[in-house]
């Protein structure tokens, strides 16, 4: 217990709520979660969490508020690049290079299940090298399956290994199972970070046969 106290200690000042006006649910509003990867305010989120947004805001951890725009989006992944506007320097989490996971491990989920800030839960790495469909009908590869409870509002938010590194992006619950949840991998967020980044989409090549 002391482990994951420790753990959830130093990275939810990291996480944050991610409040989305004009949500492409039709509801005109949304929510989600998302962890600041950067001190400059870079944000991971998932895609469908600020898709069709018109205006996103941030809260974090201490309650400080900020207006935040999209860098880039991939569906692909269902992952999504924010930048906070602020010119303070934020408190951030590293990505892990989820090569090293074996299954078994303690993983950690923190975010806002439902709207309720800094909810965590834990549990294990269930497996590794799962494939999950995106909503666009793409197949997600090197997925992180977990049984630490994710619930609507947890999207967008970090997996955290027992070092305090982000392990996964948490994305998607079956619904109707228990404790099948899963979240995509750090190696991928920081492949389609670094695409956004620098180009802002991620570039694939294709052949162009059906």
Excluded: W
Aim: aromatic share 2%.
């Amino acid at each position: 217990s002391r482990t994951v106290s420790g753990v959830v200690e130093a990275v939810s000042p990291a996480v944050v709520h991610v409040h989305v006006e004009g949500h492409r649910s039709g509801t005109g509003q949304g929510s989600g979660s998302g962890v600041i990867v950067a001190p400059d305010g870079i944000v991971l989120t998932n895609n469908h969490v600020v898709e069709g947004a018109r205006s996103i805001a941030l809260t974090l951890d201490d309650g400080s508020r900020f207006a935040a725009h999209p860098v880039g989006r991939d569906p692909d992944t269902d992952l999504a690049v924010l930048r906070a506007v602020t010119q303070d320097r934020l408190p951030f989490a590293g990505l892990a290079d989820s090569r090293t996971l074996r299954p078994g491990q303690i993983a950690i989920a923190i975010g806002n299940p439902l709207g309720f800030d800094a909810t965590v839960t834990a549990g294990v790495v269930s497996a590794l090298g799962r494939s999950l469909r995106a909503k666009n009908g793409r197949l997600i590869d090197d997925v992180i399956q977990t049984d630490a409870a994710i619930n609507p509002g947890n999207s967008g938010g970090p997996l955290v290994s027992s070092a305090g590194e982000v392990i996964g992006i948490n994305t998607a619950v079956i619904m109707g199972a228990q404790g099948i949840c899963f979240a995509v991998a750090s190696n991928t967020a920081q492949f389609v970070l670094g695409e956004i980044v620098r180009h802002g989409r991620v570039r694939r090549a294709y052949i162009g046969l059906g």
